[in-house]
């Protein structure tokens, strides 16, 4: 595939404004730091309540599309089957959840939670360890997630559905239309090159402290700024090596490697430590905070002062902006390889499978750290009661069985993801700097790389001995301009896919009519029919009625005819006969008569004859 060319017009005012940044940054560190610490304490203070906002409604928006209506909409054309097996993509997700991140805070964050709650939170130390599990658990699960699922949705729809370059500003398209190809293109790109070279620049931050402190625990001295520079500078190298001589395929290889490693520690903490109570608080802490996770998605502390902005400043406020700065990098990853999935599949599978990975790798070190400071004999705090972010992981594995070969382990685990990250992060920033090319010229890589590390060395070096202050302010400040990127793309989404599903909604209503329309033809037609067949059936069953009433009369007729004749000659017969017989018995009685009379006459004459005669 052809490599990428630059894109002008977005590359060289990012690289400007990132150089500008950089320059001041390392020239004036000490004013660098008070602007940071002012920035802090007053203008971030105005936009906690906008990120508790926006990410919450980020929540509630990224939900609703995965179960409405337009769930159903594939990201690719109607027949695409998924590029991925289910397993596959469930893997891809699971390494995107993974990270440097995830190991700095995994024990760190519920142990700062127990030390320092939340501002309202007070009871025994164990329900103070089931809030700070609850509240960790808030800042790593549904929420990032359904932030990064809007930016990946939005990536995935354009460029898989409507077929536009892989790149942030096509996923407004459906908003803005042409004119993303024009300087509200390049002003959106610009954003989303800056907000995400600040979020590498985060994690590469947290990444090198994290490193220094595990060399440390091995009794190798890493500390202060020049150490820390001297490690991203080594390290970056590495990462440039990979790029300029091609080793991707071996990157690809390292990172998954890193993946099973990730799993062989959590699972070997899981084994040796606690295993029951982890067990046993990983589903606890799953349904605390369910339950309690609507309240603390809208509580912006606002009734506790300034202790309660202070706690959001420097954990909630800070997390929403590390996730918007970060969503770029990540929206783009998951959406590169989600084509032939649907938005219900994509939204369920994007919330839940990193998430659950988070939350069963809280469960583990947090849950680890936790039962150490509860039940055990040592404590993981330093000698004031403070807990060291970046030590707080290696003095927990060092109380288990084998802490050596696990502060090892987790060593060489940040140290791959920081070279994997700013390798992928390059990569990104490469694509998002050539309107989306899918291989952007090594040149630029490597120009992205060094940024990415000159970044993350100043906000070390401004920072001084607090260097994770000076991060989380960046990191919040330069994530409020994508946010608002993120807000057009809930529009753009919502607009292109409830106008597509509005259109399946009519091509479901025409094909209802059309197969209406037919049916009744066809029930006219047989209907027609039927009468057709109907009338001639009933004419020819009047016509063969008649017929045959006719025969019948006809016959009957004859018949009665014949019976009538037949009787009247029978009858005719026998009066004839007896009429006979009468004329023949009166003859008879006429002669016997007649006969009788000529007797009587004779004896008349005889008698005349006698004596009187004489």
């Known amino acids: 595939m052809r490599e990428g060319t630059l894109a002008p017009r977005v590359f060289w005012p990012a690289a400007i404004i990132m150089a500008i940044f950089i320059g ?52 690719g054309s109607d027949d695409d089957k998924p590029a991925y097996s289910f397993r596959t993509w469930f893997a891809f997700l699971f390494a995107a959840g993974m990270g440097i991140g995830l190991v700095f805070y995994g024990a760190t964050e519920p142990l700062m939670h127990f030390v320092s709650p939340r501002p309202g939170v007070d009871g025994t130390p164990e329900q103070v360890a089931q809030e700070a599990m609850s509240q960790s658990y808030l800042h790593w699960g549904l929420h990032p997630w359904a932030i990064y699922v809007i930016v990946g949705l939005a990536i995935a729809y354009a460029t898989h559905r409507l077929k536009l370059p892989l790149s942030i500003r096509y996923s407004l398209k459906p908003l803005l239309g042409d004119r993303v190809k024009g300087k509200w293109g390049d002003v959106i790109d610009i954003v989303a090159l800056v907000g995400t070279l600040f979020g590498v620049a985060t994690s590469l931050g947290l990444g090198v402290m994290q490193i220094a402190a595990g060399l440390g625990f091995l009794n190798i001295p890493a500390e202060g700024n020049l150490w820390l520079t001297g490690i991203i500078l080594v390290l970056m190298g590495i990462t440039l090596f990979s790029v300029v001589t091609g080793l991707e395929k071996g990157m690809k290889w390292l990172s998954n490697g890193n993946l099973i490693l990730a799993a062989i520690v959590c699972l070997f903490v899981l084994a040796v430590g606690p295993t029951i109570f982890l067990l046993r608080e990983f589903i606890g802490s799953l349904g605390h905070y369910f339950q309690n996770v609507i309240y603390m998605t809208f509580d912006t502390l606002a009734m506790y002062g300034d202790d309660g902005q202070k706690f959001q400043a420097t954990w909630t406020t800070f997390y929403w902006g590390w996730w918007i700065s970060w969503s770029p990098f990540v929206g783009m990853f998951i959406a590169r390889v989600s084509k032939g999935r649907s938005v219900r599949e994509f939204v369920v599978g994007v919330l839940l499978v990193p998430a659950f990975t988070s939350f069963f790798w809280f469960a583990v070190m947090g849950g680890t750290a936790l039962h150490q400071e509860l039940f055990g004999d040592v404590t993981l705090r330093n000698e004031d009661g403070s807990v060291t972010a970046e030590n707080a992981l290696f003095h927990m594995l060092g109380n288990l069985p084998g802490g050596v070969v696990l502060t090892i382990g987790a060593v060489i685990l940040i140290t791959v993801f920081f070279v994997t990250s700013a390798d992928s992060g390059a990569l990104v920033l490469g694509m998002i700097s050539t309107n989306g090319s899918p291989e952007p010229k090594t040149w630029i890589r490597v ?150 009379l000529k007797e009587n006459s004779s004896g008349s004459e005889s008698a005349s004859n006698g004596p009187w005669d004489k």
Request: include cysteine; hydrophobic fraction near 55%; aromatic fraction near 10%.
């Open 24 to 75: 001041l940054t390392l020239a004036f560190p000490q004013k660098a730091k008070g602007i940071f610490d002012a920035l802090q304490s007053d203008v971030i203070s105005y936009f906690g309540w906008y990120y508790v906002a926006i990410v919450a409604f980020f929540v509630v928006f990224a939900l609703y599309l995965g179960f409405s209506r337009m769930g159903d909409i594939k990201l």
């Open 447 to 596: 120009f992205w790389c060094l940024v990415a590390a000159f970044t993350a060395i100043a906000l070390i070096w401004a920072g001084g001995t607090d260097s994770l202050s000076a991060i989380q302010t960046v990191a919040i400040l330069t994530a409020i301009p994508f946010s608002l990127v993120i807000l057009m793309m809930c529009v753009s989404l919502y607009k292109a896919l409830s106008f597509e599903h509005k259109l399946f909604i009519r091509a479901q209503r025409r094909n209802a009519r059309e197969e209406i329309a037919l049916e009744l033809r066809d029930n006219l037609g047989e209907q027609v029919d039927e009468m057709v067949a109907s009338g001639v059936d009933r004419r020819l069953a009047t016509a063969v009625d008649e017929a045959v009433e006719e025969a019948v009369d006809a016959k009957v007729e004859r018949k009665v005819n014949l019976a009538v004749n037949e009787k009247l000659d029978e009858r005719v017969e026998s009066a004839v006969a007896s009429t006979v017989d009468e004329v023949a018995f009166q003859v008879q009685a006429n002669t016997v008569a007649i006969q009788e």
